[in-house]
């Protein structure tokens, strides 16, 4: 048992030693914060830059509702909105990446189109999907 520990200490012992013949790495020197913030001081979101591109105001977002692929169904969700007074227009073409048929919600009535309401619409609905997208490029119906 005595060897055994007489083993373990001169294996850590060589260990060590094997270790330290490797060039310890040095940190790298870093300038400080202050010197590329300037007079930059604070964080600010991309929404609040002022350079570059400007993010989209609210107003020119547009809620879309659908992705279902019979017109009958279009029809259909567009009906059971205008019950609940949510204005909406079908859109013609495709909507960027997204396939099937949409409805483009109006401005006003964006509101009243809450989470739960969209939860209760995807379940009578089959593959009903939303999106917020900015609205010019869309062609409507009207």
Known sequence: MRWLFLLLVVLNVFYYVWHQQEAPLKAKEVAPLSLYKGNQQGIRLLSESTSGKTAPERGQECLYVGGVAAQEQLKALRQRLLSLD??????????????????????????????A??????????????????????ATGE
């Open 117 to 138: 309401l969209l939860t209760t619409l995807s379940h009578d609905f089959k593959d009903l999907k939303h999106k917020i997208m900015l609205c010019e490029g869309i």
């Open 86 to 115: 949510i204005a909406a227009v079908p859109v013609t073409g495709r909507l960027g990446d997204s396939t099937g048929l949409w409805l483009q919600v109006a401005p006003q009535s964006q509101r009243l189109l809450d989470q």
